[in-house]
């Protein structure tokens, strides 16, 4: 070996190694939105406990691909909750227009179909998303879900009820999802009163409730 040379088994500085080349950002958002369908799909198949594997499995991925888009269960659960909120936005904004006005019982009863449905129809989904959520070591109300309700919610509601703070805003948007939430969980249990008339009930609740506030909480009362 000559003096001051690698020897020739040792590949010179700045050679290019041959491989997959890296994905475009189309490319991973592509990947993402078949891998997010393919887990609501393993997640109807095996249940609202379905662990990692069975939606690697199912999605044809390896575990670390499914961790490199979502990171863990928790982010996958949140993942899953924007889609459903995104689903349930146009539902929305598709029903205002039919209305062909900015009238805020109609956003309502819209958003608490979704909740209805999504409960009623999609009860593995709603199962994990729930079960996932509370056993993570965050809060109730610190998911994706709640801030994505958040964002549309208080946009909507600052729309169409202007008087009312937007520290106001969080706390009663915060608290409407909690009560339909639970309001329909319970009815799940029950199986009454009809479908129909537990949306136009719920929505009144929640209606009225923002009436309120929008006239001015009374400090100290």
Do not use: C
């Not at 020897?7 to 490319?27: F, K, N």
């Not at 887990?39 to 662990?51: L, T, Y």
């Amino acid at each position: 070996m000559t003096p001051g040379h690698a020897p020739d088994s040792v590949p010179a500085t700045g050679t290019t190694r041959r491989g997959r080349p890296p994905r475009t950002d189309e490319q991973r958002a592509e990947q993402r939105a078949q891998l997010l369908d393919a887990a609501m799909k393993a997640i109807r198949r095996h249940g609202p406990d379905v662990s990692i594997d069975d939606i690697a499995a199912d999605a044809g991925v390896s575990k670390p691909v499914l961790y490199g888009h979502f990171g863990d269960k928790l982010g996958l659960a949140d993942a899953i909750s924007v889609e459903l909120a995104e689903r349930a936005t146009v539902l929305t904004a598709a029903a205002l227009a039919e209305d062909d006005r900015v009238d805020l019982r109609v956003a309502v009863v819209a958003i608490v179909e979704a909740l209805v449905g999504l409960v009623e129809d999609e009860p593995a989904i709603y199962g994990f998303l729930v079960r996932t959520i509370r056993s993570g070591e965050r809060g109730f109300f610190d998911n994706a879900l709640v801030e994505v309700i958040r964002e549309r919610g208080g946009l909507l509601v600052g729309l169409i009820n202007p008087a009312i703070d937007q520290q106001w805003s969080r706390v009663l948007i915060d608290g409407a999802f909690g009560f339909l939430l639970f309001s329909v969980e319970s009815w799940q249990l029950s199986g009454s009163p009809p479908r129909d008339q537990l949306v136009r009930t719920l929505a009144d609740v929640v209606v009225e409730g923002f009436r309120v506030a929008a006239s001015g909480p009374a400090v100290g009362r």
